[in-house]
């Protein structure tokens, strides 16, 4: 196939000069005949492949983010305990006493510092503090004492007194600690510390306590004799951190005070503390390193020629959007490690199979309240979980929260479908609710005084009744409250993916003579289709196709993706072509750590774009947030569930994004702020889904607005 056109050149050009010759004239005329059958076999069975370069742009993002300097501030009561050593105590202060005691005192302390980080586990803590170690230290004596008994006899008696001294010794030190996260709230510090010793004073005071009447007097005062100024020491400290907002947190903790030395040679000493330290997180701030260059990129088309197939040229390109707003081609997508904190919707609803009053056994359930204890992994804070399950919780998050909250009622309306055998079945709503409050009580303990049921037919706000997927919606129990705090979002931190560029444009292309082109474009990550689009020519604006790169495409750990397109004409001319992206992956490090935060929170009823109070409340949350994270980019997605036409869904789901952007700035501007220049509005329709859709938990929790906050 390389050599045939030389080949026929070369035979022609014998023929002509030989063409009288008959023996040459023959060898010429089946050279001929051997090419154009090997010219015409290729032709028919063969696959063409080609490789065309082409320069390409290669942008590179580093983010070099800075991790937040935090502020602490401390403080607590604590248990001094002394060792007294009388061998070495001034006669000044002993006295001659007969036995001693340990001393001991529950003093105060306060403590500042800064949270300098070395790493996202280990910070360095340096402190200032100022502690009170004051204690009483009491020992006894015995003396004789003569008493007239009458009649001339005397008795001798042994008198104890007591003897306190009381040590108001203060240190100030200055606390250099390691602080090291092992976990996302457990916290362990440790270190050295050197105190300042002062204001060592003391009063010695004398008490009689047996026989005759009570004596107290002041023997002595003064400072402490032999008095230490500098001790070292060691702080060992653990706590458990809990937010209170997106940059204050508490710590309750205890610590260990273990000295070096002493106050004096005579008195030594440890102490237990037991306190709250607040800490605040001032913002951070990332830094981001454009770098672009030119690379020569291969794009490999493949075209099959079947014999019963006419071919001809089709193309499949990937484009995205650059920074100077014009479209470049991809060659690359740059997959980075993120930290990504998403704020799940709780979803006040129970689902239940028709014409049944039992708890599906999709949900999770546990067995006795012993079982809950062990493995539920709380109802506020999660980490490194898929959120897409967490639906599935529902019960037992209510659960844990009427737990903690024991003012708290609700109110379980039970509802039905009201078609077939659940028309104007009312008493089934209600044993749908009786079902949910029997497992509340059984398993987290809730008073059935706090709970009240209600069974009717259709739900308030019902779904469409006319088709299965709505009547599964409308057999529900909701969970009902006048207190938000039953259904505050649980948070859910996990590790995820980005891509620069976030989203592609796919373009295929073929001849313009082809008018009436159907065609299907699959990409694909390891062999396996994560995304397919079918369309045809004459369909107004759906030749360019836009997809955002899905966390299934960037978590695989491939290193490329395939881009393959499928043509064929009404004429029976067919085509294909496929291109490659290369998948450059880049995990976490220390300089380089970028955050996502996520709110899905805002839900909407079915086939509706209009925010309720509810949502409005949220969208306030979330202008707080941005105000304080000050992000690079904001991303504000609508969606649908797959129910309905999918141009519907799209217009829908962009007037969901749009209401909820509108909504936003005016929550920001309220409070002096405004989003982001280049903030990403757009509807996602039925086209992507965030949650599984064959559930109705997951429909639901798909009629959302997400917005996301890089940072």
């Known amino acids: 196939m390389l050599f045939a056109e030389d080949v026929f050149l070369y035979a022609l050009l014998v023929t002509l000069r030989t063409v009288q010759n008959p023996t040459r004239y023959r060898f010429a005329t089946t050279l001929l005949l051997s090419w154009l059958l090997l010219a015409g076999s290729t032709y028919a069975f063969s696959v063409r492949d080609s490789i065309a370069y082409r320069d390409t742009t290669i942008y590179n993002t580093r983010i070099v983010a800075h991790l937040p300097i935090s502020l602490t501030l401390a403080g607590g009561a604590g248990f001094v305990r002394y060792s007294d050593n009388a061998s070495l105590m001034p006669p000044s202060i002993s006295g001659g006493c007969d036995t001693f005691t340990r001393g001991s005192g529950t003093p105060l302390y306060i403590a500042a510092g800064v ?145 070096l030395g002493g106050t004096t040679d005579y008195f030594k000493f440890y102490s237990i503390e037991a306190g709250v330290s607040f800490r605040f997180q001032l913002s951070s701030h990332a830094d981001t390193i454009r770098e672009a260059h030119t690379e020569r990129v291969p794009v490999h088309i493949e075209i099959p020629e079947p014999p019963h197939v006419k071919p001809f040229a089709v193309g499949i390109e990937a484009f995205a959007d650059g920074p100077n707003g014009l479209r470049e081609q991809v060659a690359r997508l ?69 737990k903690r909250m024991p003012q708290l009622t609700i109110k379980l309306v039970g509802s039905t479908s ?143 993706l395939e881009i393959r397109l499928d043509a064929n004409t009404q004429t029976g001319n067919a085509g294909s072509a496929r291109t490659a992206i290369k998948l450059e992956q880049h995990r976490i490090e220390l300089n380089e750590e970028q955050k996502l935060d996520r ?34 980019r904001v991303i504000i997605r609508g969606y649908t569930d797959e129910m309905g036409d999918d141009e519907h869904n799209l217009k829908l789901s962009t007037e969901r994004a749009t209401a909820a952007a509108d909504r936003l700035r005016s929550e920001l501007r309220k409070r002096g702020a405004e989003l982001p220049a280049g903030t990403i509005i757009e509807g996602r329709g039925s086209h992507e889904q965030l949650y599984d859709n064959s559930f109705p938990e997951g429909r639901f929790l798909s009629r959302t607005v997400m917005v996301t906050i890089e940072r």
Not at 198 to 225: C, N
Not at 522 to 549: H, L, M, P, V
Not at 624 to 631: G, H, N, S
Request: overall charge negative; aromatic content about 6%; charged content about 25%.
């Open 115 to 259: 949270l300098l980080p070395l790493s996202n586990e280990i910070q360095l803590h340096p402190t200032l503090a100022c502690r009170s170690l004051a204690a009483d230290h009491v020992f006894g004596q015995f003396a004789p004492a003569v008493a007239d008994t009458g009649g001339g006899s005397r008795t001798v008696r042994s008198i104890q007194f007591d003897h306190t001294i009381s040590a108001a010794t203060k240190m100030l030190s200055v606390d250099l600690l390691l602080r090291w996260q092992p976990t996302e709230r457990v916290i362990l510090e440790g270190g050295p510390t050197v105190g300042l010793f002062f204001d060592q004073s003391f009063t010695k005071t004398i008490h009689r306590v047996t026989p005759g009447a009570l004596l107290d007097s002041v023997e002595a005062s003064g400072s402490l004799p032999n008095a230490q100024t500098i001790v070292p020491a060691v702080i060992l400290r653990a706590g458990y951190e809990v937010p209170l907002s997106h940059t204050l947190f508490a710590m309750p903790n205890v610590a260990a005070l273990l000295p």
């Open 418 to 560: 009201n078609i077939g055998a659940e028309a104007d079945n009312a008493p089934l709503g209600k044993r749908r609710a009786e079902a949910v409050r029997d497992y509340l009580v059984r398993i987290w303990g809730i008073e059935p005084s706090r709970i009240a049921v209600v069974g009717r037919t259709l739900p308030e706000k019902p779904s469409p009744s006319g088709t299965p997927l709505g009547q599964a919606e409308n057999r529900r129990v909701e969970i009902l409250s006048s207190d938000d705090r039953l259904t505050d979002p649980l948070y859910v931190t996990n590790i995820e993916h980005t891509a620069n560029p976030p989203q592609l444009h796919v373009v295929p292309t073929w001849p313009e003579a082809d008018t009436n082109v159907d065609y299907h474009i699959s990409i694909r990550i390891g062999g396996q289709e994560i995304q397919r689009f079918d369309g045809n020519s004459e369909q107004a604006n759906t030749q360019t196709k836009d997809w955002t790169i899905t966390e299934e495409a960037l978590s695989s750990g491939a290193d490329s």
């Open 599 to 632: 709110f899905s929170l805002i839900l909407f009823n079915f086939d509706e774009s209009s925010l309720t109070q509810k949502n409005e409340r949220i969208l306030g949350l979330v202008a707080d947030a941005l105000k304080r994270i000050k992000p690079r």
């Open 334 to 402: 740059e997959v980075r490690e993120v930290k990504a904190r998403n704020a799940f919707p709780l979803l006040n609803y129970i689902f239940f199979d028709s014409s049944d009053a039992s708890i599906p056994a999709r949900y999770v359930r546990y067995k006795s309240p012993d079982d809950a204890a062990r493995n539920f992994r709380g109802s506020m804070e999660r980490r490194g979980e898929r959120t897409s399950e967490l639906y599935l919780e529902t019960l037992n998050i209510i659960g844990d929260r009427l």
